[in-house]
């Protein structure tokens, strides 16, 4: 029997390419298989001149659950080394997205967790409608959302950050919209009538102008970029500290259904 695709990519006669994640039975999560084709999507949609506008949505239930945290598992049960590649694999996806010279949209619906914030982050446009449920929820599980760090600052604010990527608390659409995650809350159902205006403004400005403008603003934001060194040292404690003993814990309380070790319970 063969896979479905992780992604799948349908481009119209406008040069409006829809990448659409493709793992539904997962909500979503992803996996090395999934990082591996946006890695590749992003960098061929880049590349693409008849591209003009690049929309990200998800198939199923929710826009995105994250990390699958049992392939995550793996990950941690395997060698250094193969932590190393998965974690520079999914920074790199992350950042081909942030620095896509085409204007970028997310169509956001359900849910989005953990990873899927920092593709919100990473995009230009976030429209949500108004069910959707967030949370930067890495640090649930003993992990820490490194890669998407730099994204995450850029989009929410160090302050709001410091609340949101500690707490792993969820937060609703209208909230998502003050934190400054997304720009739009529509009614549920409502995505592509929301989205239809902004494609077409987008559509009415130089492609080239749009390119040169996204690298001055990327160039601007002084510290939020995913470049270089700086890149290097998140990826570095990133692929570590899925290998260390307390996200071995944290995953294996997701696995067990239980609260981590770490976990006092509610006093009184």
């Excluded at 006669?13 to 793992?23: C, E, F, P, Q």
């Excluded at 084709?37 to 659950?65: E, I, S, T």
């Excluded at 976030?126 to 989009?155: C, D, H, K, Y």
């Excluded at 909230?175 to 995650?181: F, I, N, P, Q």
């Amino acid at each position: 029997m063969t896979e479905e695709p992780r992604i799948l990519v349908d481009t119209d006669a406008r040069g409006v390419a829809t990448v659409t994640l493709n793992r539904a039975d997962k909500n979503n999560a992803y996996d090395g298989a999934m990082v591996e084709a946006l890695h590749q999507g992003a960098a061929q949609l880049a590349a693409d001149d008849a591209v003009r506008v690049v929309v990200l949505r998800g198939n199923g239930r929710c826009f995105q659950a994250g990390a699958d945290l049992n392939w995550v598992s793996e990950v941690s049960d395997g060698t250094a080394e193969h932590s190393e590649v998965m974690t520079r694999l999914t920074a790199e996806a992350m950042h081909r997205l942030d620095a896509c010279p085409k204007p970028t949209i997310a169509l956001v619906h359900g849910a989005c967790f953990g990873g899927g914030t920092g593709i919100l982050a990473s995009c230009d446009v976030v429209i949500a409608s108004e069910e959707t449920v967030f949370s930067i929820a890495e640090v649930r599980w003993g992990l820490a959302p490194a890669v998407i760090v730099p994204q995450l600052a850029a989009s929410i604010g160090i302050g709001n950050a410091r609340r949101y990527a500690l707490s792993a608390e969820r937060f609703d659409a209208a909230t998502a919209k003050t934190l400054g995650l997304i720009h739009e809350v529509c009614p549920t159902g409502g995505l592509d009538e929301a989205a239809a205006p902004i494609i077409d403004a987008f559509l009415m400005n130089g492609p080239e102008a749009i390119a040169a403008t996204k690298a001055m603003l990327r160039a601007a934001a002084v510290g939020t970029t995913t470049d270089g060194a700086d890149m290097d040292a998140l990826i570095d404690d990133s692929a570590a500290r899925r290998q260390g003993p307390e996200a071995k814990e944290g995953l294996a309380s997701f696995r067990e259904k239980r609260n981590p070790a770490w976990y006092p319970g509610i006093e009184g």
